[in-house]
C-alpha cells in the first residue's frame, strides 16, 4: 500500500483524511496485506482461496507471540521471509524484556520506518499547532542506540529506537526544528550509554538558550537524565571552563563531535550554570538551566505515571507532553491534544499505520470488533495485522475509548493486560498494584519521605505466600543526607495497600489465610539504576527502559536483595 498521502499537503488536510475515512482505509490496507502475502506458509494454513475479509476473519486466528514465535524463529534461524511475509524480512525488533521473560523478536522491514517517520512527521505539526515558539529552537532529546546482535539468518536484531537512530531514515530527516537536536549523531550513535547521556548534558547546557524541549521516549529515561545531572554538573561545569571533555568519554564520535560544539573554554557560561546548579534548591532546575525551554516531551502514561511528580518537581510544572502510543509491533497513533494533563492523555488511532482489531475485555465475552466499531467508554485489548507477517496478534495493552476525531476512536492507555502478583486465586494486576502504592506514597509523604520507585514479586519460599515490594525512598530535605524509617510509618503502608487491594485478595488473606501479610522491603537509594544496569546488560535499551513492576528474573531479585535496608509487615 503506498503512502496514502502527499507529503506536500497540509497538516490538517492529511488528518481530516485519515480521521474520516477510517474504515475505508483499513479495509484497502488489510485487502493489500492479504494480496501480498496470499501465497506464505502462514496464511496458506488458514486461507486457500479466498483472502478477503471475512474470510481472514473467521479463518485466521488470533494469537499470542508465543503463539507466533516458531514461525518467526524459523526465519530467525535462517528460513525465508515468506514464512510469514512475501515483503523480505530485513531485521527484528526487540521488546524491552524488563517484565522477567526474554526480549521477544519481532520481524521488521522498511514499512515500520516509513509510517514512524509519517507519526514523526504529523505530530510535529500538532504541537506546533499548540506550542508557540519553537521553530527557532533546538530539542534536547535523550536518544540512545543499543549494539545490535547478528541472528544466525544474518539478519540484525535490535530495539525499536536503534533501528530508527542507524536508519537512512535518520540520517536523511529533514532540517526542520523537530528534527534539530543539541548533540551531534555521534552522540546519539555511540554505543557506551553513560558516555552518550553525560555528553546528552554537556552539549544540552552549552547550547541552554537553544533549547526549546527536552525528553526521551520513556519519562524514566527523562528523571534518570536529571539524576545524572545532579551527580556530574561540577564536572560538566568544568568541561565548559576549559573546553576540553572529560578523559573517561573515549568515543572517538563523542570526542570530536563535543569538542566542536564546546568550542573553547567558556568561563562565563560556567559560572552561570555553577550558580544555578549550587543554589539550595532543585526544584525548577530544569526552567532555570534552560530559560526558554517550553515543554518535556516524554512519554508519562501507564506505568511511566509514576515519575509525573518528580518532572513536576524539577521541571515547575512544565507542559509533560506524551505525543505517541507505539510498540514494537507497531505504531498505533498520537495524543492530539498534547497540552492536556498527563492523567488526560488519549492517543487517536491512525488507520494507515497497521489492521487494527479490538478484543472486548467488558463482560464475560470476548468478541473482536473492528477499529471503526469500537465504544465509547468500553475496555479492549488491541490486536494487530501488519505489513512484516505478524496477523491478528494480541498486543497485550488494556484500553478505553475516551472519544472520538472524526471517526478515528481515541484511545486511553489503562494497563498490560497481564497478573502482575498471585499466590492462590488472588489476581492482582498492574492497575491494582499503582493504586495500592498510590495510598502508601500519602503515608510516605506525610512522614517527610518521597518515593523514587517501586517494584514487587510474589514469594511463594514459604506458606503461606505472600506479597512482597520493595521501596526506594528519600528524605523530603533538599540537603537531607540521613535516612530515618520510621516502623509505624511503613507498617501503615501495608496496611494502606492491603486496605486497597481487591475482595479476592482480601478473602485469601483474611479469611482462608492463603495469603500471608504483605512485606514492604526498603532498599537504599541508587537500587533502581542497579537494577536498570542489571537489565541493559541483559540487552533491554536505556532508550526503552521501563522499571518492570513484578520481577520474574532470579538475578535481578538478587539485585533488589542486595540492596534491602529494612523490612516491614501488615499486621
Not at 132 to 140: F, H, I, N, T, W
Amino acid at each position: 500500500m503506498k503512502q496514502i498521502f502527499d507529503i506536500n499537503q497540509g497538516f490538517e488536510e492529511k488528518l481530516e483524511d485519515l480521521t474520516l475515512n477510517v474504515k475505508q482505509i483499513q479495509d484497502d490496507l488489510l485487502e493489500e496485506i492479504l494480496t501480498r502475502n496470499a501465497k506464505t506458509e502462514y496464511l496458506q494454513r488458514f486461507l486457500v482461496n479466498s483472502f478477503d475479509k471475512e474470510h481472514f476473519k473467521k479463518n485466521v486466528p488470533v494469537v499470542t507471540y508465543e503463539e507466533i514465535k516458531p514461525y518467526i524463529d524459523r526465519i530467525v534461524n535462517g528460513e525465508s521471509s515468506d514464512v510469514l511475509s512475501a515483503r523480505p524480512i530485513t531485521g527484528f525488533l526487540l521488546s524491552s524484556g524488563t517484565s522477567g521473560g526474554a526480549q521477544k523478536m519481532m520481524p521488521w522491514n522498511n514499512k515500520y520506518l516509513d509510517n514512524l517517520t509519517f507519526i514523526y512527521d504529523l505530530r510535529s505539526h500538532v504541537v506546533t499547532k499548540h506550542v508557540s515558539g519553537l521553530k527557532q529552537g533546538k530539542g534536547m532529546m535523550f536518544l540512545f542506540t543499543k549494539q545490535e546482535f547478528i541472528t544466525p539468518s544474518g539478519l540484525p536484531a535490535r530495539v525499536a529506537t536503534s533501528s530508527y537512530t542507524k536508519s537512512d531514515y535518520f540520517k536523511n530527516r529533514p532540517s526542520n526544528w523537530y528534527y534539530s537536536y543539541t548533540s551531534p549523531d555521534e552522540v546519539i550513535l555511540c554505543p557506551n550509554n553513560t558516555e552518550s547521556l553525560y555528553c546528552h548534558l554537556l552539549c544540552g547546557l552549552v547550547q541552554r538558550d537553544e533549547v526549546v524541549r527536552m525528553g526521551s521516549i520513556f519519562a524514566s529515561v527523562t528523571v534518570r537524565a536529571i539524576k545524572f545531572l545532579e551527580n556530574s554538573w561540577e564536572e560538566l561545569c568544568s568541561n565548559i571552563r576549559t573546553g576540553h571533555l572529560s578523559k573517561w568519554v573515549t568515543d572517538l564520535g563523542c570526542q570530536n563531535s563535543v569538542s566542536l560544539v564546546l568550542g573553547g573554554p567558556r568561563p562565563d557560561l560556567a559560572d552561570t550554570i555553577e550558580a544555578i546548579c549550587n543554589q539550595k534548591s532543585w526544584k525548577g532546575i530544569v526552567n532555570r538551566l534552560w530559560p526558554n525551554i517550553k515543554y518535556i516531551e516524554t512519554v508519562v502514561t501507564g506505568s511511566m505515571g509514576q515519575y509525573v511528580p518528580t518532572l513536576n518537581y524539577y521541571c515547575n510544572d512544565l507542559p509533560l507532553v506524551s505525543t505517541t502510543y507505539g510498540s514494537s509491533e507497531t505504531t498505533f497513533g498520537i495524543n492530539l491534544d498534547p497540552l492536556c494533563k498527563p492523567e488526560d492523555v488519549s492517543y487517536a488511532f491512525m488507520p494507515n499505520m497497521s489492521y487494527f482489531e479490538f478484543i472486548t475485555m467488558d463482560g464475560d465475552k470476548r468478541d473482536v470488533v473492528d477499529l471503526e466499531d469500537v465504544k465509547l467508554g468500553c475496555t479492549y485489548e488491541p490486536v494487530v495485522t501488519n505489513f512484516a507477517g505478524l496477523y491478528r496478534m494480541r498486543v497485550g495493552d488494556i484500553l478505553l475509548v475516551t472519544g472520538f476525531y472524526n471517526n478515528a476512536p481515541e484511545f486511553k492507555f489503562v494497563r498490560r493486560e497481564n497478573v502482575v502478583l498471585s499466590i492462590d486465586s488472588d489476581k492482582t494486576n498492574e492497575e491494582d498494584l499503582f493504586k495500592a502504592v498510590n495510598q502508601a506514597e500519602l503515608v510516605l509523604n506525610s512522614s517527610d519521605l518521597v518515593l523514587n520507585d517501586f517494584t514487587s514479586y510474589a514469594d511463594t519460599s514459604k506458606f503461606p505466600g505472600h506479597y512482597v515490594v520493595y521501596l526506594e525512598v528519600k528524605a523530603k530535605g533538599e540537603k537531607k543526607k540521613y535516612l530515618e524509617l520510621n516502623e509505624d510509618a511503613f507498617s501503615k503502608c501495608c496496611l494502606v495497600m492491603e486496605d486497597s487491594l481487591d475482595n479476592v485478595y482480601k478473602r485469601c488473606r483474611f479469611k482462608d489465610g492463603s495469603v500471608g501479610p504483605l512485606e514492604i522491603r526498603v532498599v537504599r537509594q541508587g537500587t533502581f539504576d542497579s537494577l536498570m544496569d542489571f537489565f541493559i546488560s541483559q540487552g533491554a535499551s536505556i532508550g526503552q527502559y521501563k522499571t518492570p513492576r513484578c520481577i520474574k528474573s532470579g538475578k535481578a531479585l538478587e539485585v533488589m536483595e542486595a540492596c534491602v535496608i529494612a523490612r516491614f509487615f501488615s499486621t
